[in-house]
């Protein structure tokens, strides 16, 4: 069993580094994250030295991914004999990352991850310890940098957060190394970790020595950097929750954000959209400010719209339609709509379809019939639908004509005509260019819609 020597100057940093995060209490339950890698281990012996100090109880866990054969049973092997000699409890959580993967269609680190972490919640502690290191906080630095992110995101890994401990996150890997081989302790090694397949092993076996030629001490750096980072992201917090508990008017109304700083106005409208359970990235963030300023709607999720009024945003909900209903049109009385009748008649009289259409202004909704193509299905509204009316040379938006055509009363229950080619006629709108009768006609369809049977309604 290894012993450490108390003016260990990677002690003295971790010890340092935990105190000033108030990361231990006396009594606490510590459960290290155990993979058996030289990292883990060097943490595993320092929160064993540092017991003697601060008086808590530590365990430990190791989770088989099952994604290395028999690596990964050598892991638990080691892990198991490790603890075994240092007299600390530990717990082996087997699994199937690949499954998980399979199932929730996910890659492979994104599952080994959840399970990774769900297995760290069944534990019995109120502490979990990770080794995370200097040289993953920059790792991870240049992957969201890379990716694309704000402020948050490039603080990297926070030393706490919620349960989770990181007391190595001031060490460098190559000082843990150093370490480790000094002391002539043995760790095991992820063959995978070796391979540039993920993204991380990427930029740690590419990026990060071509840092190094640049300033050979970027990890040691970017240590004091990403706390500058952290330190101003935690204040522009506080001002951004100043500023989002004056402008929340309701949970769902945001407004008077002009009176602060661009800054502070992208935080705001984050929390707001935190605040309604709803995910963002930077170009949501950039709509919703173009919105605050002139007004729109935008839909965000599902039925969810954020709708901009001058000076303010609102979260709001506008159902979808209701799935389409239709028939195909019979000669006779027809319904889609509970209390509304469409009536259809053909008229094949040459002489009244001319006097009809030359000779008079008719009030009647009136088709050319050999115009039309194939079916003829009487239905309500469906999404994109577009009609070029009589008397017009170009396509309109249904959706367009509605708002400006049909009573709010009645834009649930608008009755469409269409054929084997699309639109021909919209309730309150008209009917479509291609079916307009004229002097070449021979065939009337004229369309009535009733109410209640009683007469007809305002089309």
Same mark, same amino acid.
């Given at each position: 069993m290894m012993v450490f020597n108390n003016n260990d100057k990677l002690l003295e940093t971790a010890e340092k580094f935990i105190q000033e995060h108030n990361m231990i209490q006396k009594n606490d339950i510590i459960c290290c994250a155990l993979s058996g890698g030289a990292d883990s281990v060097c943490l595993l012996l320092c929160l064993l030295e540092l017991r003697k100090s601060y008086d808590f109880i530590l365990t430990a866990v190791h989770i088989n991914h099952q994604l290395r054969g028999d690596e990964s049973l050598r892991d638990v092997h080691f892990c198991e004999s490790l603890c075994k000699s240092l007299n600390v409890p530990l717990q082996v959580v087997t699994c199937d990352v690949t499954g998980y993967a399979e199932k929730n269609k996910c890659s492979i680190e994104t599952a080994a991850r959840k399970c990774r972490y769900d297995a760290f919640e069944s534990q019995k502690a109120d502490k979990i310890a990770t080794a995370h290191t200097a040289s993953d906080n920059l790792e991870t630095f240049i992957h969201r940098f890379i990716r694309g992110s704000g402020l948050k995101g490039l603080t990297s890994i926070p030393p706490v957060r919620g349960k989770y401990i990181r007391p190595l996150l001031c060490i460098t890997r190559e000082q843990i190394e150093n370490y480790i081989q000094i002391h002539n302790q043995d760790f095991v090694t992820d063959s995978t970790n070796l391979t540039d397949e993920y993204t991380r092993n990427k930029i740690r076996h590419n990026i990060i020595p071509l840092c190094k030629e640049i300033n050979k001490s970027v990890e040691h750096t970017s240590i004091g950097m990403l706390s500058a980072l952290r330190s101003e992201q935690e204040y522009l917090n506080l001002q951004a929750q100043e500023a989002f508990n004056i402008c929340l008017k309701d949970k769902y109304t945001l407004s008077g954000l002009s009176d602060f700083h661009i800054a502070i106005q992208r935080r705001c409208i984050i929390m707001f959209l935190?605040?309604?359970?709803?995910?963002?990235?930077?170009?949501?963030?950039?709509?919703?400010?173009?919105?605050?300023?002139?007004?729109?709607?935008?839909?965000?999720?599902?039925? @969810?719209?954020?709708? *901009? /009024?001058?000076?303010?945003? #609102? $979260?709001?909900?506008?159902?979808?339609?209701?799935?389409? !209903?239709?028939?195909?049109?019979?000669?006779?009385?027809?319904?889609?709509f509970p209390h509304f009748f469409v009536e259809a008649l053909l008229i094949r009289n040459e002489t009244y379809v001319?006097?009809?259409?030359?000779?008079?202004?008719?009030?009647?909704?009136?088709?050319?019939?050999?115009?039309?193509?194939?079916?003829?299905?009487?239905?309500?509204?469906?999404?994109?639908?577009? @009609?070029?009316?009589? *008397? /017009?040379?170009?396509?309109? #938006? $249904?959706?367009?004509?509605?708002?400006?055509?049909?009573? !709010?009363?009645?834009?649930?229950?608008?009755?469409?005509?269409?054929?084997?080619?699309?639109?021909?006629?919209?309730?309150?709108?008209?009917?479509?260019?291609?079916?307009?009768?004229?002097?070449?006609?021979?065939?009337?369809?004229?369309?009535?819609?009733?109410?209640?049977?009683?007469?007809?309604?305002?089309?």
């Open positions: 935190e605040n309604n359970n709803l995910s963002y990235d930077s170009e949501i963030i950039d709509i919703l400010l173009s919105l605050y300023n002139t007004g729109g709607k935008y839909n965000i999720s599902g039925d @969810i719209y954020v709708i *901009g /009024r001058k000076d303010s945003i #609102s $979260v709001v909900t506008i159902p979808k339609e209701k799935n389409t !209903v239709r028939c195909e049109l019979n000669i006779g009385i027809n319904q889609i001319k006097n009809t259409i030359i000779h008079k202004k008719s009030t009647k909704i009136l088709l050319d019939y050999d115009k039309i193509k194939g079916h003829t299905i009487l239905r309500s509204r469906v999404f994109g639908d577009k @009609i070029q009316l009589s *008397g /017009r040379n170009f396509t309109s #938006s $249904v959706k367009k004509l509605i708002q400006s055509d049909v009573p !709010v009363s009645r834009r649930n229950t608008v009755h469409f005509l269409a054929d084997d080619m699309g639109t021909i006629f919209v309730e309150f709108c008209g009917i479509a260019e291609r079916v307009k009768p004229d002097e070449n006609t021979k065939t009337l369809l004229e369309i009535k819609i009733l109410e209640d049977e009683n007469g007809y309604s305002d089309f």
